[in-house]
């Protein structure tokens, strides 16, 4: 719960009226002084309500990132639940380790949709350029991270693979991840992690260091459906016009097929 602090003239006014009543019933006829103890906490509780307001907070802020509250969100997730990642690309060595442990550990089958930022455009819209010229790192090292994050999610998909093939082989059941990757070269927010339909995480690119040394945003679709919406548009804008990586072209058309 969170307190908003307001301004109502008519419920500030009528309180104060009853509060000056209180005093007044008391010196009239000190035998009053229950009723008046009652009026004046009558007056005091209809201010206290035209100066406030509680409700329920529309959105979460934390003080810094916290891959730890991501992956909590992901265990408790539906099996089944999409996962929509916006990244440059995973800051956190052992994220995608800790991501494949909850397809082997966890039974987890997510539908994996994540955007990295394009590390082979260098022309005007170089983004990559931009995102790391205030960080002191090469731009080489920044594009090698992307192609490493990128690997390692094909790697992720390799091994589950390989795994649910065994199992299926005792379970009859054949099941593959569910995984798309593309490349975005449009100007980012920041690192946007929604999972399921529950909640979303939203990071902010701070020019001189990582965005995991910055706030994170904790939005609850239901608690505030508003602020969902406008970061859903935002990833669902960025995804329509990023580059298609994996699956390949010809994979998605034999399938569709």
Same mark, same amino acid.
């Given at each position: 719960m969170g307190i908003t602090f307001r301004f109502n003239v008519i419920w500030v006014t009528i309180g104060g009226i009853i509060i000056s009543l209180g005093p007044g019933l008391y010196g009239f006829d000190p035998k009053?002084?229950?009723?008046?103890?009652?009026?004046?906490?009558?007056?005091?509780?209809?201010?206290?309500?035209?100066?406030t307001e509680f409700s329920a907070r529309s959105a979460i802020v934390h003080a810094r990132w916290s891959q730890d509250r991501i992956l909590k969100a992901l265990a408790?997730?539906?099996?089944?639940?999409?996962?929509?990642?916006?990244?440059?690309?995973?800051?956190?060595?052992?994220?995608?380790d800790s991501l494949m442990g909850?397809?082997?550990?966890?039974?987890?089958?997510?539908?994996?949709?994540?955007?990295?930022? @394009?590390?082979?455009?260098?022309? *005007?819209?170089?983004?990559?350029? +931009?995102?790391? $010229?205030?960080?002191?790192?090469?731009?080489s090292k920044a594009a090698a991270d992307i192609i490493q994050t990128r690997d390692g999610l094909l790697r992720l998909k390799d091994?589950?693979?390989s795994f649910l093939r065994q199992l299926a082989q005792h379970e009859g059941r054949l099941e593959t991840v569910d995984l798309e990757v593309k490349f975005y070269d449009f100007m980012p927010f920041g690192p946007i992690y929604r999972i399921g339909e529950d909640v979303m995480f939203v990071g902010f690119y701070l020019n001189h260091t990582s965005s995991v040394f910055g706030p994170m945003i904790e939005v609850r679709r239901k608690r505030s459906p508003l602020i969902w919406q406008i970061f859903e548009w935002n990833f669902n @804008?960025?995804?329509?016009?990023? *580059?298609?990586?994996?699956?390949? +072209?010809?994979? $998605?058309?034999?399938?569709?097929g």
């Open positions: 009053l002084k229950v009723i008046a103890f009652i009026v004046l906490g009558l007056g005091v509780v209809l201010t206290v309500t035209g100066l408790k997730a539906p099996e089944t639940a999409t996962v929509r990642i916006l990244q440059t690309w995973f800051p956190e060595e052992d994220f995608i909850l397809y082997l550990n966890d039974g987890k089958r997510f539908h994996l949709r994540v955007m990295l930022m @394009n590390c082979e455009s260098q022309g *005007v819209n170089d983004v990559l350029a +931009a995102r790391v $010229k205030l960080r002191w790192i090469e731009r091994n589950v693979d @804008n960025g995804w329509d016009t990023a *580059v298609a990586y994996y699956p390949p +072209a010809e994979t $998605k058309e034999l399938t569709s």
